[in-house]
C-alpha cells in the first residue's frame, strides 16, 4: 500500500518567493541524511536559524513502484514545525559511494538499463559513486512520478526542495555509460526542472546547477549551464549550488557569476559545505570568516537561502554563535 502523507503538524507557508533588496536571507542548518541530529535541543533552540535541511534518496521514499514512503519527511516536519523552524528537503539521486541511490526495481527491470550509471571524475575515471540515469527517459518519468507524489503530500507545507547538484563528471567520453551525450544529459536536467515545478507551486523548488559535463565556462561555452539558468527564470525554479566558494575560478567562471546576475523574483540558495571555511582568502592569505562568506552571501550574490554545514570546529565555535549574533541584531 501506498504510503502517503498524514497532513498534521505543519505550518502552511505562502508561495515562495525572493528575499527583498537589503533583507538577510534564510539560514539552515544542512544535516544531510543525519536526520536525527536535527531534534538535538541545541539546534531547535539555536536563535537565528531559520530551518534545518535534510536529504532523502529517491530509493528510501519509493521501495517499490509507486508505493512511497514519506513517514520519515512527516516526522521531522512535524517536530521541526512545533519548533518554530521549517524543513527544507534535498532529493538525491546520488551517491559518493558504492551505494546505489535508485529503487532495486530499476535496477531489476532492464527497461531502465540498469537505473543508475557509475561516475567517473578526471582523465584517469576515478570511480566517484552512482548517479541516476538522469539523461534516460525510462527512469527520468519515474523519477518525475516520484516528484510529484511528494508533491502532493508537501507543497506548501515545506520551505522548500532542492534537486542536488548538475555536475557528475564524464567529461573523458571514454568512461560515458550506455546512451548518455552531452546533449542528453542538458535535456534531461530541463526536462527534471519542469516536472519538479509542476510538482511544487508554492514551496521553492531549487536547482544546485553548479557544472554542467561537456563544457567549462567562459571558454567552452556550449549554452549547457546558461540553459539551465534561463530555463529556471522562465518556469520560475530557483538557481545555486554546493559549496559556496567565492575565490575559486571553477565557481567564479561557472555559477557564481549566473546567480549573482539572475533576474529579480529568482530565488537563489547556496550550501557552506565541509572545507568551505577552510579555504583561504587570496586577498588577505588568511582562512575565510563565517562573517566574510556571509557578506559574499547578502551582498554579491543576493541569497534568499543559506544551508550551512556543521563541520567542527567551525559549526560549534563559529557558525552558530555568528547566528544567533544575527538574531540578536534583528531583535534590536
Known amino acids: 500500500m501506498t504510503v502517503m502523507p498524514l497532513l498534521i503538524g505543519a ?4 508561495p515562495c518567493g525572493t528575499r527583498s533588496i537589503g ?5 539552515f542548518v544542512y544535516f544531510g541524511r543525519d536526520h536525527e541530529s536535527a531534534l538535538e535541543k ?6 537565528g536559524v531559520d530551518g534545518a535541511q535534510l536529504t532523502f534518496t529517491w530509493r528510501e521514499l519509493e521501495p517499490k513502484p509507486d508505493r512511497y514512503d514519506f513517514t520519515e519527511i512527516e516526522h521531522y516536519l512535524e517536530i521541526l514545525s512545533q519548533h518554530g523552524k521549517r524543513l527544507w528537503v534535498q532529493l538525491s539521486d546520488v551517491t559518493f559511494s558504492e551505494r546505489l541511490p535508485v529503487p532495486d526495481y530499476l535496477v531489476a527491470d ?3 538499463h540498469g537505473g543508475a550509471a557509475r561516475k567517473y571524475e578526471g582523465a584517469d575515471g576515478v570511480f566517484d559513486g552512482w548517479v541516476a540515469r538522469r539523461w534516460d527517459p525510462a527512469v527520468r518519468s519515474r523519477f518525475a512520478r516520484m516528484l510529484g507524489a511528494v508533491g502532493a503530500g508537501f507543497d506548501g507545507r515545506i ?6 547538484e548538475t555536475a557528475i563528471g564524464f567529461e573523458d567520453q571514454r568512461f560515458h555509460p550506455p546512451g548518455f551525450s552531452f546533449d542528453a544529459y542538458a535535456d534531461g536536467i530541463r526536462e527534471t526542472m519542469r516536472a519538479a515545478r509542476g510538482a511544487f507551486r508554492s514551496s521553492c523548488v531549487v536547482v544546485f546547477a553548479n557544472f554542467m559535463p561537456g563544457e567549462s565556462l567562459p571558454g567552452a561555452d556550449r549554452g549547457y549551464l546558461r540553459g539551465v539558468y534561463a530555463l529556471a527564470a522562465d518556469l520560475g525554479v530557483g538557481v545555486g549550488g554546493p559549496d559556496l566558494l567565492p575565490f575559486r575560478a571553477g565557481q567564479r567562471h561557472n555559477s557564481l557569476p549566473l546567480i549573482a546576475s539572475r533576474g529579480a523574483g529568482v530565488v537563489a540558495a ?4 565541509d572545507g568551505n571555511l577552510s579555504e583561504l582568502d587570496p586577498g588577505t592569505g588568511k582562512r575565510v570568516t563565517v562573517e566574510s562568506l556571509y557578506r559574499v552571501a547578502r551582498e554579491l550574490l543576493r541569497l534568499d537561502y543559506v544551508f550551512w554545514g556543521r563541520e567542527e570546529p567551525y559549526y560549534s565555535s563559529t557558525v552558530l554563535p555568528f547566528l544567533a549574533s544575527l538574531a540578536g541584531q534583528a531583535g534590536r
Open 11 to 14: 505550518i502552511a507557508l505562502p
Open 23 to 27: 533583507t538577510s536571507p534564510s539560514n
Open 42 to 47: 541545541a539546534f531547535l533552540e539555536q536563535p
Open 110 to 112: 532492464s527497461s531502465f
Open 159 to 164: 520551505e522548500g526542495l532542492n534537486l542536488v
Open 270 to 273: 547556496m550550501a557552506v559545505q
